[in-house]
């Protein structure tokens, strides 16, 4: 349970950032006042301040200030020079935690030359507090500072710690960038109602209520896909039609593919952050 008096900083304060702090106020774990958010321009720094009552600065070292946690959340490409900028800032009893896609354990200790690292990896829906993180913590990680970086993952939804970190790459190919292919697919089941003749607003409500309502579904029955499929094909029936195309079009192989892909993809990207803290002369 996170304590209303966790200090909380959060460096590159984007959409996923300001997911934590909504969903931080909302569960009342912090008080916006113990939240200190960093943004280069004045006008977002003035938004999260107006929205939702914390302390915003520009300069990210500023967010290092008293925070028990500390969040990365930039884009990959900018992780370099923020590490560099927070080098050396840390306290040894602060806990980073980082949502920087690809970037691994090894890379953020080295980079910001500190010892607590959690590598975390949320997904889209934790903007509405229903997400998913994976998440997992260097060696040096005390059982407190676990806690902390437990509560700050738990106001984006739902999160599972592992204890082998390539399962968090895993996660960004799967549950990371999982919500990509449901849209793609939300879009197609969208695109063929209107190819029969709906209006594309009723195909978009029904679509999507049917996506929601089968997720739970599948969630509360805790049966295996399979079942719960078979249980709604009949013989000769429409899903059995429907059945058939897609397996002909080979529907769990491009799922496979897309899946192996973000993986690869991940790897590359962490590989790529690690050669940089590597070429890194300071």
Known sequence: MARRSMRVGIVGAGVMAEAIIGGLVADRAVRPGLLTASHPRRERRDALAERHGVRSV?????????????????????????????????APEQVVVSIVAGATIRTLVDGLQHAAVVRAMPNTPSQIRRGMSVWAA??????????????????????????????????????????????????????????????????????????????????RSELHPAQLRNAVTSPGGTSAAAIYELEKGRIRTVFSDAVWAAYRRTLELGERLEAEVERDPT
């Open 138 to 219: 260097s060696e040096a990680c005390s059982a407190a500072q676990r806690r902390l970086a437990r509560a700050v993952l738990r106001a984006l939804g739902d999160e599972r710690q592992v204890a082998d970190e390539s399962f968090v790459a895993m996660a960004t190919a799967l549950s990371g960038t999982g919500p990509t292919y449901l849209f793609a697919v939300m879009e197609a089941l969208i695109d063929a109602g209107v190819h029969l003749g709906f209006p594309r607003e009723l195909a978009h409500d029904l679509v999507v209520a049917t996506l929601v309502g089968s997720s739970e579904f599948a969630q």
């Open 58 to 90: 520009a300069r990210n070292r500023d967010a290092l200030a008293e925070s028990e946690v500390v969040v990365l959340a930039v884009k990959p490409q900018m992780l370099g020079r923020v590490m560099r900028e927070l080098r050396g800032r840390l």
